[in-house]
Antibody
Framework: EVQVVESGGGLVKPGGSLRLSCAAS????????MSWVRQAPGKGLEWVGR??????????DYAAPVKGRFTISRDDSKNTLYLQMNSLKTEDTAVYYCTTLDGNGWFRNWGQGTLVTVSS | EIVLTQSPATLSLSPGERATLSCRATQSVSSYLAWYQQKPGQAPRLLIYDASNRATGIPARFSGSGSGTDFTLTISSLEPEDFAVYYCQQRSNWPPTFGQGTKVEVK
């Protein structure tokens, strides 16, 4: 069974940093393209960024609001995806979901999400 | 960036009724459109991809149609578990974007 489980959320002050993790199982993580999607409280879904598999170059892409502040990385030996968030702003408060991207680019499997609250 | 506008914002229906949800794009996305269902406190779930293909395990009462800029998600006969928020999403143009959602609630 495909499973992705996020962790690392919490309360952080504006300007602070946080690293989220996403543990993957039940599929070939090293061959998977992965993505982060977030959802502010009571709001809709917003794509955050994507990382390709290393065999496809391992490159990353980011949404404009987080570019330069957030970094996605992966450790294929640990089947784990990361989201390093720096210079956090109050508007980054959201549930952050880890998702798999299928071969056609759709968000196929989702974790349960982890809440990040940026507040003083 | 492509903006997706969903209508209506809220749909009030009874179990057994037909639900018709709309998603309109600011420019053509061809058939590169998906629908997701999200229940309270849960992660979204992929229902429909490439405008009309049901994802694995999705019941046949869910169907998608459309191409270009206008898309429809139809639930032929609402089951109690179908009351939720539905989002459309395009991947035709970078970055991928979502609609603001349609809430299907019990009348």
């Amino acid at each position: 069974e495909v499973q992705v489980v996020e962790s690392g959320g919490g309360l952080v002050k504006p300007g602070g940093s946080l690293r989220l993790s996403c543990a993957a199982s039940g599929f070939s993580f090293s061959n998977a393209w992965m993505s982060w999607v977030r959802q502010a409280p009571g709001k809709g879904l917003e794509w955050v960024g994507r990382i390709k598999s290393k065999t496809d170059g391992g490159t990353t892409d980011y949404a404009a609001p987080v570019k330069g502040r957030f970094t996605i990385s992966r450790d294929d030996s640990k089947n784990t995806l990361y989201l390093q968030m720096n210079s956090l702003k109050t508007e980054d408060t959201a549930v952050y979901y880890c998702t798999t991207l299928d071969g056609n680019g759709w968000f196929r499997n989702w974790g349960q999400g982890t809440l990040v609250t940026v507040s003083s | 960036e492509i903006v997706l506008t969903q209508s209506p914002a809220t749909l009030s229906l009874s179990p057994g009724e037909r639900a018709t949800l709309s998603c309109r794009a600011t420019q053509s996305v061809s058939s590169y459109l998906a629908w997701y269902q999200q229940k309270p406190g849960q992660a979204p779930r992929l229902l429909i991809y490439d405008a009309s293909n049901r994802a694995t395990g999705i019941p046949a009462r869910f169907s998608g149609s459309g191409s270009g800029t206008d898309f429809t998600l139809t639930i032929s006969s609402l089951e109690p578990e179908d009351f939720a928020v539905y989002y459309c999403q395009q991947r035709s143009n970078w970055p991928p974007t979502f609609g603001q959602g349609t809430k299907v609630e019990v009348k």
